[in-house]
């Protein structure tokens, strides 16, 4: 076993990282330049969003060479240097592997369409209906139909994402012999970790039935069908299950905590972990990703309750996160980005890093980055908001509202360059980025380095994961659950009377908790804390300062 509880993913989106070459975007050189930073963090893993090559209309989810590195990115030779210079520093390498679709650039699409046979049957390729209406009525998560014109023929290829990825057909056995070919290519290069794009979407219903219209009917025609679990338990068999220290995690797509539990138990043999989506939809208002609402705490922490209880119930595992690539900061959500920034952003930090799971930490997190402030629709560069601001309009909202939407929910919020100092262009590039920073005077790593708390309140969680048992392998149990407030658990080992209670403050007004009896009258050693803060007595009650983060052994 690998020690999965023990573990903490840092993630890095190459475009934004580091720009080595002054092109404007980020590239695995610039990775390089930047392990010594990478080592102070002492994270175990990192996660890299995909450079292989690609023509990037969903920057570098549609794949049209899974063999190859980006030449935007860098070369084999910068991959290999990376691995090995993170392996001497103890630092695994994760890869995203995107097998849902492919870019239409690929060459087996392309050969598809120039008619060979073998190739056709890597996609998904209907003639429209008798009515001449499309294959069925599915939309894709991009906005629009599903379907696309294939070349000049009768027939069009299913997309659930941009036209420009084109849904692979997992039925044929074909298809996954040449995903699992591409795993082992990369395991041979020493990589061990794996992360599975949309990979709860791969079982699509083969008769491809129009749903009723209603997008969560839709998703279950397509959604956590049991054939997934068949290919995941094939695929760990035929690629990384047959190293003991992969470590791997599946990108599931509103899922459930049954899936979840057989997609992360050791026993079914499919990936290490799971991320899901829930707790990040509670800023939603009816369900809809674009609007504008305040979060829903006590939604939130009901999900992470039922999340985290019943994954260990069921023996399943968590990847914990805020943060990805897809998501605004959950600073700017979730926390404070004004004169609680750094309390807030450890309170959120806190929150997750101690509960029962695998934490990442996307890139930037550790210093308290917050949402760029745009003015403007063209600052925006990824599709999925562009196509967003125009369908909002069409529905009636005004301009000015379809904009404020967008900057709240706008992928491009977290791929925004890491601000590295409060230059020009935050010390990511001497020249133009492909994104602008926006407010790198206020929050930079060299200024964190020198008087911030955020990043070494980060490298704290971090050592006591790696050393606290109740931590990285403890049960855990959520109280207060009524408390409006506070988000509270508690960890404990069957065979260990000692337990960690955690009690984390969402809001910026002090708040007084009465504790269960249990925990009354005992005393309590600090274990970690956002304020100064003493070993203490607990009585009946504790109050927690404006987004206090406190965890306490008794
Ligand atoms: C995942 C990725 C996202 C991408 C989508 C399609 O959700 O995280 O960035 O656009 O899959 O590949
Ligand atoms: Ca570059």
């Known amino acids: 076993m690998n020690n999965l509880g023990q573990k903490v993913i840092y993630q890095i989106y190459p475009k934004s990282f580091y720009d080595s070459n002054n092109d404007g975007i980020g590239d695995l050189p610039g990775i390089i330049q930047k392990l010594d930073y990478i080592k102070k963090l002492n994270v175990?893993?990192?996660?890299?969003?995909?450079?292989?090559?690609s023509p990037q209309h969903d920057n570098g989810?549609?794949?049209?060479?899974?063999?190859?590195?980006?030449?935007?990115?860098?070369?084999m030779a910068d991959f290999e240097e990376l691995v090995a210079k993170l392996k001497e520093i103890n630092v695994g390498v994760m890869l995203d592997m995107v097998f849902n679709h492919c870019s239409t650039d690929h060459e087996w699409f392309q050969k598809a369409l120039a008619g060979d046979e073998k190739y056709r049957k890597f996609?998904?390729?209907?003639?429209?209906?008798?009515d001449g209406s499309l294959p069925n009525n599915w939309q894709s998560k991009f906005g629009g139909s599903a379907w696309a014109k294939f070349g000049d023929t009768d027939y069009y290829y299913l997309h659930l994402y941009d036209p420009t990825q084109a849904d692979l057909d997992w039925h044929n056995p074909?298809?996954?012999?040449?995903?699992?070919?591409?795993?082992?290519?990369?395991?041979?290069?020493?990589?061990?970790g794996f992360r599975f794009d949309v990979?709860?979407?791969?079982?699509?219903?083969?008769?491809?039935?129009?749903?009723?219209?209603?997008i969560a009917q839709e998703k279950s025609l397509y959604t956590d069908t049991p054939i997934v679990h068949q290919y995941l338990k094939e695929m760990n068999q035929a690629s990384f299950g047959q190293d003991p220290n992969s470590i791997t995690v599946g990108e599931m797509s509103s899922t459930t905590i049954a899936n979840s539990i057989k997609y992360s138990n050791p026993n079914e043999h499919e990936l290490s972990m799971v991320f899901n989506f829930h707790h990040l939809k509670v800023d939603y208002q009816n369900g809809e990703k674009w609007t504008k609402a305040p979060f829903d705490f006590m939604k939130l922490k009901q999900l992470f309750t039922q999340w985290q209880e019943e994954m260990d119930q069921g023996a399943g595992w968590n990847a914990l996160f805020w943060n990805n690539h897809d998501q605004p900061w959950a600073l700017s959500r979730f926390g404070d980005t004004g004169i609680y920034r750094e309390k807030s952003a450890e309170m959120l930090a806190t929150t997750i890093?101690?509960?029962?799971?695998?934490?990442?930490?996307?890139?930037?997190?550790?210093?308290?980055?917050?949402?760029?402030?745009?003015?403007?629709?063209?600052?925006?560069?990824?599709?999925?908001?562009k196509n967003a601001f125009k369908e909002l309009q069409q529905k009636g909202i005004s301009e000015k509202q379809a904009f404020d939407i967008v900057?709240?929910?706008?992928?491009?919020?977290?791929?925004?360059?890491?601000?590295?100092d409060s230059s020009q262009y935050a010390g990511f590039s001497s020249v133009t980025p492909w994104l602008m920073p926006t407010d790198q005077d206020q929050i930079n790593v060299k200024d964190e380095l020198a008087h911030g708390e955020i990043f070494n309140y980060y490298q704290?969680?971090?050592?006591?994961?790696?050393?606290?048992?109740?931590?990285?392998?403890?049960?855990?149990?959520?109280?207060?659950?009524?408390?409006?407030?506070?988000?509270?658990?508690?960890?404990?080992?069957?065979?260990?009377?000692?337990k960690l209670l955690v009690f984390n403050n969402f809001y910026g007004q002090s708040h007084t908790v009465t504790l269960p009896k249990a925990f009354q009258k005992q005393a309590a050693q600090v274990v970690i804390s956002n304020y100064d803060q003493q070993d203490i007595n607990l009585q009946e009650t504790l109050t927690l300062r404006p987004y206090e983060a406190l965890a306490i052994k008794i």
């Not at 060479?65 to 935007?72: A, G, K, L, T, V």
């Not at 101690?354 to 990824?382: A, F, K, V």
């Open 44 to 53: 175990d893993m990192i996660w890299f969003n995909p450079f292989f090559v």
């Open 61 to 75: 989810y549609d794949i049209a060479n899974y063999y190859e590195i980006d030449s935007r990115f860098g070369t």
């Open 123 to 130: 996609f998904y390729l209907r003639k429209a209906k008798p």
């Open 174 to 192: 074909e298809v996954r012999k040449e995903i699992y070919r591409v795993i082992n290519f990369w395991r041979q290069k020493g990589v061990h």
């Open 199 to 214: 990979i709860n979407v791969t079982g699509k219903d083969e008769r491809l039935i129009d749903s009723t219209g209603d």
């Open 353 to 385: 890093h101690l509960m029962r799971g695998t934490p990442y930490i996307y890139m930037g997190e550790e210093i308290g980055m917050i949402d760029p402030d745009y003015s403007s629709i063209d600052s925006y560069i990824d599709v999925e908001c």
């Open 407 to 420: 900057k709240s929910k706008s992928r491009d919020n977290s791929r925004v360059p890491m601000h590295w």
């Open 460 to 498: 704290n969680l971090i050592k006591l994961r790696h050393n606290e048992e109740l931590i990285s392998d403890g049960h855990i149990r959520m109280f207060l659950k009524d408390d409006p407030q506070v988000l509270a658990y508690e960890r404990f080992l069957d065979d260990q009377p000692s």
